[in-house]
């Protein structure tokens, strides 16, 4: 499956974005998706994921009640809806694929990705 993400940009803090992931090449509901970030000088760390049906979702507690992870398996696309962003939300933003129907929080976990959206939060 190839992956592409969308949406970055710059937003002061408090404000919103929303990132969209657009699938092609494979059956998406074969996939556990999720979200993962870098931030200047830091590992890639888990954000967001979620289940196949899109019935479950898993969030990093960093993001939790501020970020929210949806999935359309018709449309091949995933979203994530950041609000009330902070300064320590900027990093780039990668969409990736999990052929194991199982959440996993480790990038190492993830068999496909795509190329990554860059989200940069003014203070």
């Known amino acids: 499956v190839q992956l592409q993400a969308s949406g970055g940009g710059l937003v002061q803090a408090g404000g919103s974005l929303r990132l969209s992931c657009a699938a092609s090449?494979?059956?998406?509901?074969?996939?556990?998706m999720a979200w993962f970030r870098q931030g200047p000088g830091k590992e890639r760390e888990f954000v967001a994921a979620?289940?196949?049906?899109?019935?479950?979702?898993y969030y990093a507690d960093s993001v939790k009640g501020r970020f929210t992870a949806t999935r359309d398996n018709t449309k091949k696309m995933m979203s994530l809806q950041m609000n009330s962003l902070k300064p320590e939300d900027t990093a780039i933003y990668y969409c990736?694929?999990?052929?194991?129907?199982?959440?996993?929080?480790?990038?190492?976990?993830?068999?496909?990705w795509g190329q990554g959206t860059e989200v940069t939060v003014s203070s």
């Open positions: 990736a694929a999990r052929v194991w129907d199982s959440i996993a929080y480790s990038s190492r976990q993830y068999d496909f």
């Open positions: 090449g494979g059956s998406f509901t074969n996939y556990v």
């Open positions: 979620v289940s196949r049906a899109g019935d479950s979702r």
